[in-house]
């Protein structure tokens, strides 16, 4: 059964979009944009170590939650280079955002 399924699941893995794993962390040097739409939270920037932009998409728990991580990436985009503004995919796919100071 499974040599008849593994063309379909070839193809299923070529067209599903991409997760992040769980505990992956996400770390921009820069926010260049943020939208926060319903639940969902798109951030654009620099990612740590990188040199072009990217764009991580986080789906939150309710509204509330995408506006408190979308207050954090604004004092980020704010203020280039002071702050550290990253998001990790938490265990059961949720999603915590932080900001740091960065030591100059």
């Known amino acids: ?44 920037g620099i990612l740590d170590g990188n040199s072009t932009p990217s764009t991580i998409t986080a789906t ?9 991580c979308d207050r954090l990436a604004l004092i980020a985009m704010s203020k280039p280079g002071k702050y550290a503004f990253a998001m990790t995919n938490e265990w059961g796919g949720y999603w915590s955002c932080s900001l740091t100071a960065v030591v100059q």
């Not at 962390?25 to 798109?42: G, M, P």
């Not at 728990?61 to 506006?67: F, G, H, P, Q, V």
């Open 1 to 44: 059964m499974l040599k008849r399924l593994a063309p379909f699941l070839v193809i299923a893995a070529l067209v599903s979009p991409a997760h992040a794993a769980a505990g992956t962390t996400y770390t921009f040097a820069t926010v260049d944009s943020i939208k926060a739409y319903e639940k969902n939270l798109y951030v654009t």
């Open 60 to 68: 939150l728990t309710d509204s509330t939650a995408a506006e408190r």
